[in-house]
């Protein structure tokens, strides 16, 4: 395979494997039917991928996005749809390999939501939420659709925009107990197939994601959460050939959420890889994102 269509194929790997993580803590809590939610994030993702014996790709990806959440009723139970649009600053370096580095930005593929409770998870007003009890099992689920629309340049190595579309079917499994909440959530990354770069055919099988998450706190004042997810599958074929490179790995993460006057409120979130199979990527991230409720 010639040494630039490598180097593309590389990069889409890249491009693709930050879409592969299942929800936040608390993602999936009671809110407000008529309330919305516009949120500003800030995530630093940099990940360390073997491309060879020695040859390594160190990567680094910046995004600032914009989210705006709707919350209502539906058939009785909480809904919410959200658009979410990214911007992306993406570097890429290899070492002990003669490729050259490269960087790029400009938008990235948008995003929308839909999510619905599903096992008592009720549509309710604000007054009603405040004396609901909470305590017990409640279930909800999210369907996230990435859009191909960001910047793409098909004779460039490296994009902010992945060229294919991506859907992620997730559903929750909440316990809580007072101001305790523990969650189990799972889903799934499908990936569209490419043809984009020059006739070369690249697609990835199926990432499963499975997430157990604890958290302590009030959603009105402060939580703190601590995360373990493994991720499986996502290996990648180029021009009919596999790649060996599916994932096996484990993740550790925590989060802080404090609330702030004036219905705004501030998270912090980090991951980082705890084990990762051979020829997949050490990924870690860290997130900031500023909120105000409506």
């Not at 995530?43 to 680094?60: F, M």
Request: proline share 4%; net charge positive.
């Amino acid at each position: 395979m010639p040494a630039l269509l490598k180097f593309s194929a590389c990069s889409l790997i890249f491009a693709f494997s930050f879409n592969a993580q299942a929800g936040d803590p608390r993602t999936f809590t009671l809110n407000a039917y008529d309330t919305s939610r516009t949120s500003v994030r800030y995530r630093q993702q940099n990940s360390e991928t073997p491309r060879g014996p020695k040859e390594l790709e160190i990567a680094q990806k910046e995004t600032f996005s914009v989210r705006h959440v709707q919350y209502f009723a539906l058939a009785g139970q909480l809904a919410s749809a959200a658009i979410q649009l990214p911007y992306q600053q993406s570097e890429q370096e290899f070492r002990h390999s003669r490729r050259p580095s490269d960087q790029q930005d400009g938008l990235g593929d948008p995003m929308l939501f839909f999510g619905m409770g599903l096992y008592r998870m009720p549509a309710l007003d604000k007054a009603a939420l405040r004396e609901y009890d909470q305590n017990g099992l409640s279930s909800g689920c999210e369907l996230i659709v990435t859009l191909p629309l960001g910047s793409y340049d098909s004779n460039r190595s490296l994009n902010t925009s992945s060229n294919r579309w991506m859907v992620l079917p997730e559903c929750q499994l909440g316990l809580t107990l007072d101001q305790w909440l523990i969650e189990g959530m799972v889903s799934m990354n499908w990936f569209s197939n490419t043809t984009a770069y020059k006739g070369t055919s690249f697609s990835q099988d199926n990432i499963y994601n499975f997430k157990f998450s604890t958290s302590y706190g009030s959603p009105r004042t402060a939580w703190l959460a601590g995360s373990l997810e493994y991720k499986t599958g996502g290996e990648t074929t180029r021009a009919g050939r596999r790649d060996d490179n599916r994932m096996s790995n484990w993740y550790g993460g925590a989060a802080l959420h404090v609330g702030l006057p004036g219905h705004n409120s501030v998270k912090l979130f980090a991951t980082l890889p705890l084990s990762t199979a051979t020829k997949t990527s050490k990924t870690s991230e860290y997130s900031l994102v500023l909120s105000h409720t409506w």
